[in-house]
């Protein structure tokens, strides 16, 4: 077989650079410029938040941006640290430490490559939207909440990693707020929400980085204010090219009890970047018209997820925001995605000085902003006026997301959905027992009622046969008082599961056990195709397997003659 055809691995770089023009190449400079000034305040905040630092934050951005401009499967993806896995990387580094995280990064990475492979891309796309919605929606709670003490200048060098904890410190701590912080933070996050009304090229969080920064040096060089915290009060940023580091375990532990004890984190970090990446690749396809290549965008992300942390960088994934900001001005292939990182090299090589006097409740500010619009709660309240199974995931996703840990919130949303599913599909489902006359009905034809022969009973089955409807059918067919001919009706049956070939078998076995005669109708190609797999075609008897009803009366009028004469 062709490796080609194998492996569907197919960078959108490599296509669009066949046809490359310079009025492609000036308007992917212009949009890669804006996007990289766009991505410098979030590259640190999320690396700040995720406990490690500024210059992780910008080092995540360039070296993972490349790597997934270069070899995922969408033109205009940006890739980069996202507000989404800022809860998993603190509480990873929390547990593991640095080591540990690089260790859960690579992991998801070979995760994510291994799906790409398997072409699972498409499959990760059908993950429930009230899940989605839940953990984002969870997510967003969690960052807000985190950035409370830096909002407010409050000073906590521990801060809980519990929820409630978290909460009960911050009031706790109340009279330590510093005034002049709290007004910083507070006007940042006003400043980024007014910003878009008057602008629509600049972006707020850039422009309120600039003006806080400048307020704050203002503060401090003449009027003798020295509490507002900065980035580099807290943090050393390097002054050169990130070097190789190789991951290493804190502990005692051994490197194969680490692997795991990190399984769970590292299939976490993958699902959630495959979620959140191929979501923004969708999005991005619907606005610039194009189709982006999943299995590719998969390989692309875990290719930069296993590179990134033997540099010190976290795990990265598509980024809406940053996505939606290169469409928005004029990106069109992945140079612009080139272009943004080559950008954010500049800022982390020669511009550090000015990064250093970032103060840091302008990040805060910064990442309420990112959590607000994270938190969709205008969806939040449209699903809660729709059905109460999807609002119930929704919620349940949400609370264990804030107040236990996004592995767990995924693992009980996906059960409970799935058992919703099933109860739905179950109710949707139907069985009814018809003897004497049926009507049938026509596409565009008048309904037609036909007559059932003597000694003959139809089973009509309505909707999948899988488990829970045939556990239906079996007692319903216990309950019914037995003709000697039954007509099963399966037109209406798309698929039939393991239990539903089980429950059918015992059905033929035992009428055929008490002379009774078995007939199938209208079976499905695909149905059918599972049925003689399962060797019930050779159980009825290839003549009693008919296309359609009008022939299963026909052969059940054979039949009925034949047990007439016999009698």
């Known amino acids: 077989m062709d490796a080609k055809k194998l492996v569907d691995f197919h960078p959108k770089f490599i296509d669009e650079m066949k046809n490359y023009s310079r009025e492609k190449f000036t308007a992917d400079v212009m949009a890669g410029i804006i996007v990289g000034i766009v991505a410098i305040p979030l590259a640190i905040a999320f690396g700040i938040a995720s406990g490690v630092g500024p210059a992780e934050g910008l080092i995540t951005a360039i070296l993972a941006g ?94 809980p990693a519990n929820f409630v904890d978290k909460w009960v410190c ?82 005692d532990s051994t490197l194969f009890a680490t692997i795991q004890n990190l399984a769970p984190v590292a299939f976490t970090i993958a699902m959630l970047g495959a979620i959140e990446s191929l979501l923004s690749a969708m999005v991005a396809d619907g606005v610039i018209g194009d189709r982006h290549n999943s299995n590719t965008e998969l390989i692309g992300q875990g290719v930069a997820n296993i590179v990134v942390p033997f540099f010190g960088g976290i795990p990265a994934t598509g980024a809406i925001a940053r996505t939606m900001a290169n469409i928005n001005n004029g990106g069109r292939t992945p140079v612009a995605g080139v272009v943004h990182t080559l950008v954010l090299l500049l800022v982390l090589l020669f511009l550090g000085d000015l990064v250093k006097l970032i103060p840091m409740p302008c990040l805060a500010g910064v990442l ?45 949303g996906l059960v409970m959905a799935i058992v919703l599913f099933m109860k739905r599909a179950m109710e949707s489902a139907h069985i009814s027992v018809v003897r004497d006359e049926m009507e049938v009905h026509h596409d565009g034809e008048k309904d037609e009622v036909l007559t059932i022969p003597a000694k003959t009973e139809v089973f009509e089955i309505e909707g999948p046969f899988f488990f829970g409807i045939a556990n239906k059918f079996d007692e319903l067919t216990r309950d019914t008082d037995a003709m000697p001919i039954r007509v099963i009706r399966m037109r209406k049956v798309t698929f039939i599961d393991a239990t539903g070939l089980h429950n059918l078998e015992i059905f033929i076995k035992a009428s055929e056990k008490e002379g009774r005669v078995v007939i199938l109708s209208g079976v499905h190609d695909n149905v059918e195709k599972a049925l003689v797999k399962a060797g019930i075609v050779d159980l009825v008897g290839k003549e009693n397997v008919c296309n359609n009803i009008h022939l299963a009366l026909k052969r059940a009028a054979e039949v009925s003659a034949v047990v007439g004469m016999a009698k």
């Open 170 to 251: 911050y009031f706790s701590h109340l009279s330590s707020i510093d005034v002049w912080s709290a007004v910083m933070g507070v006007l940042s996050v006003a400043l980024i929400a007014v910003t878009p009304k008057f602008s629509k090229k600049v972006p707020g969080s850039l422009l309120a980085i600039i003006v806080m920064t400048l307020a704050a040096f203002l503060l401090r060089e003449y009027a003798g204010v020295t509490s507002i915290k900065t980035i580099g009060d807290l943090y050393t940023l390097p002054s050169g090219l990130p070097s190789f580091v190789m991951p290493s375990i804190s502990d």
């Open 368 to 412: 309420v902003m990112v959590s607000y619009n994270m938190s969709g709660w205008r969806t939040i309240l449209s699903m809660c006026k729709s059905s109460m199974s999807g609002t119930s995931v929704l919620f349940v996703t949400l609370l264990l997301t804030v107040f236990f840990d996004l592995t767990l919130a995924i693992e009980v």
């Open 66 to 159: 490349f790597l997934i401009s270069v070899l995922g499967g969408s033109k205009v993806q940006i890739g980069g640290p996202t507000g989404a896995f800022i809860i998993i990387i603190y509480g990873v580094i929390q547990q593991y430490g640095l080591g540990g995280l690089a260790i859960a990064t690579i992991m998801a990475g070979i995760i994510l490559v291994i799906m790409g492979l398997c072409r699972m891309g498409t499959v990760i796309k059908f993950m429930p939207y009230p899940i989605i919605i839940g953990f984002t929606g969870g997510i967003a709670i969690t960052i807000f909440s985190t950035q409370i003490n830096d909002l407010f200048g409050m000073g906590i060098s521990d801060v």
